[in-house]
């Protein structure tokens, strides 16, 4: 079985400081990993993915993460928060055959001015 | 492109009062997903179905009932709603094309159960 483990449920980070959200994960096969954004009052939105390949995967809005298997984590950073980074970050794992999601509980960033 | 329609946006129900939402997607996905969103807990799925026809259960099924009678529409009902049904619900559908590319999400409902 899959599983998720989102260290910090709040981060807080200046306005041009590094973000750093970390996840590791639990799978029994070679997993598909996922980092999915939510702004408040919406839905969740697709950050960036890991499927097969390039272990370094860039997502949309400078955001970036990296699978490293050996220590079974894929770590979301962005080298400069922006205030509008301010939402709750979600990573989440798959690795069954049925294209079946497990989420984190999230962590929510903060940034300020 | 409208992607994962939800309906309601926005419900307040009273307890034991029934109701069913509505999730609508145009990508010709095959399956389908119905989470809970509650504060400290991420996302648990409830139902979901890989076709026409065919429902599953999920992590915490109880209390909720599904169908998908249409390709594209994937209904999940509260026969006798309960205030620990009060959460936000999101739909998300995917495809079983090549590799798998995540989900995609639809906004949400927001219910209140008093």
């Known amino acids: 079985a899959q599983s998720v483990t989102q260290l910090g449920s709040h981060v807080s980070v200046s306005e041009g400081a590094l973000v750093l959200l970390r996840c590791n994960y639990s799978s029994s096969v070679p997993p598909y990993l996922f980092w999915y954004v939510q702004y408040p009052n919406q839905g969740l939105q697709l950050l960036l993915k890991?499927?097969?390949?390039?272990?370094l995967v860039k997502g949309i809005n400078g955001f970036e993460a990296e699978f490293k298997k050996s220590e079974t984590s894929f770590h979301l950073t962005k080298p400069s928060a922006h205030m509008s980074d301010a939402a709750e970050y979600f990573c989440?794992?798959?690795?069954?055959?049925?294209?079946?999601?497990?989420f984190g509980t999230g962590t929510r960033l903060l940034v300020s001015p | 492109n409208a992607g994962v329609t939800q309906t309601p946006k926005f419900r307040v129900l009273k307890t034991g009062q029934s109701m069913t939402l509505l999730c609508a997607q145009d990508?010709?996905?095959?399956?389908m997903y119905w989470y809970r969103q509650d504060p400290g807990m991420g996302l648990r799925l409830i139902h979901y179905s890989v076709g026409e026809g065919t429902t599953a259960k999920g992590e915490v099924p109880d209390g909720y009932n599904v169908s998908r009678l249409k390709k594209q529409n994937f209904l999940l009902g509260l026969e006798s709603a309960a205030p620990s049904q009060t959460s936000v619900y999101f739909c998300?559908?995917?495809?079983?094309?090549?590799?798998?590319?995540?989900?995609?999400f639809g906004s949400g409902t927001r219910l209140t159960v008093v």
């Open positions: 989440a794992v798959s690795g069954s055959g049925f294209q079946k999601l497990v």
């Open positions: 990508m010709n996905h095959e399956y």
């Open positions: 890991y499927t097969t390949g390039a272990t």
């Open positions: 998300a559908s995917t495809s079983t094309g090549q590799g798998f590319y995540g989900y995609t």
